[in-house]
């Protein structure tokens, strides 16, 4: 398959090239060439490239700047995404729009699968609630993939890395670190949710949503707590409530896949394999 991705040099695009390898055609142009608000570059891009497969994995996604901003947060991530569909299916391609945990409102203390109904409670979460929906209009060959709490090789461009980096960097400088205890979720290694992708097209997937989380569930701060000890780090590190944040998130946003039997996929694994795979990668990268 030709694919080519929008937001590539990011966290999940960095390892949907890395899985794509040999065995796809993967181009990725970068933000300074093609913003995905900007429909005419996206329409070129996409009749320059001729693709199979166009991903939209780009995304104005820090949290309390799309509230300060909604204005932009929606220009990228529900205008984007409808730019990208509209261009993908003029040329007759797949369109995949990256989506998030965030499009649910925690009040389902069991986990969300893939029809469940969306409420999101903060801007982020509805801009990409609108997004969803405009890559449903603007083309009939779609993939929604909903993912939660990504951590990758990349980091997080506009975050300054990801939680994973954030928490191993605090403790090495020998930060008191307090993380919250109260917000579950399903912890999304980039690397597997890159796979899951490139598998749910090489089966030819129907149109439809799909969750690409790891299995199971913790707290920010659980995922901090098993960081550290996965790494073999002496950290300073305690609970806090989420009341102390500037802006509402989701309390329980455990993302359910309930597709990949019907598809005969093997599920994914759990995030605390998933975890000790990165861990073991980057001390693999860093020599360490």
Known sequence: MRLLVFGGWGQLGSELAAAAGKSHDLIRPRHSEVDVS???????????????????????????LCEQDPEQAFRVNAFGGFNVARAAGGVGARVVFVSTDYVFDGGNRIGY???APVAPVNVYGASKVAGEWMVRLAAANWLVIRGSGIFGRAGSSGKGGNFIETMLAKAAGGEPISVVDDQIFAPTSASDMARRILLLLERGAPPGVYHAANAGSCSWYELARKTFELAGVQADLSPRPSGEQPVRRPSFSVLLDTRSQELGLPPMRPWQEALRTYLEDRQARVGA
């Open 113 to 115: 699968a893939e029809d």
């Open 38 to 64: 900007d429909r005419e570059a996206v329409e070129r891009a996409v009749l320059d490239h001729r693709p199979d497969v166009v991903i939209d994995a780009a995304a104005f996604h820090k949290v309390e």
